[in-house]
Nanobody, 119 residues
Framework: QVQLVESGGGLVQAGGSLRLSCAAS????????MAWFRQAPGKEREFVAS????????SYADSVKGRFTISRDNAKNTLVLQMNSLKPEDTAVYSC????????????WGQGTQVTVSS
């Protein structure tokens, strides 16, 4: 199993920045890719960004392209989401997720961290 713990959420004004981290532990060698998802009140969970754990290739939702950057530190088993130029519509609970090799689904999930952007 893999355990994921997020940190770094909080309250920020529009236009500001936040940096989210996700610490992975356990069978981290089984992780093929990791991602950030978010869920706003009354809305479905949506994909934000993903990264291949070994090669570093990334993918972003259109709504965050050019503002958010996903990265990983393999040595520290840490996933990072740098969020710049934040907007009120970015307000949500952000969760990190891990996908094992051979799986099309993200099977490992953190508990989530709240990000609130005030206008």
């Amino acid at each position: 199993q893999v355990q994921l713990v997020e940190s770094g959420g909080g309250l920020v004004q529009a236009g500001g920045s936040l940096r989210l981290s996700c610490a992975a532990s356990g069978r981290t060698f089984s992780i093929y890719a990791m991602a950030w998802f978010r869920q706003a009140p009354g809305k479905e969970r949506e994909f934000v960004a993903s990264i291949n754990w070994s090669g570093g290739s990334t993918s972003y939702a259109d709504s965050v392209k050019g503002r958010f950057t996903i990265s990983r530190d393999n040595a520290k088993n840490t996933l990072v989401l740098q969020m710049n130029s934040l907007k009120p519509e970015d307000t949500a609970v952000y969760s990190c997720a891990g996908r094992p090799a051979g799986s099309v689904n993200y099977r490992y999930w953190g508990q989530g961290t709240q990000v609130t952007v005030s206008s």
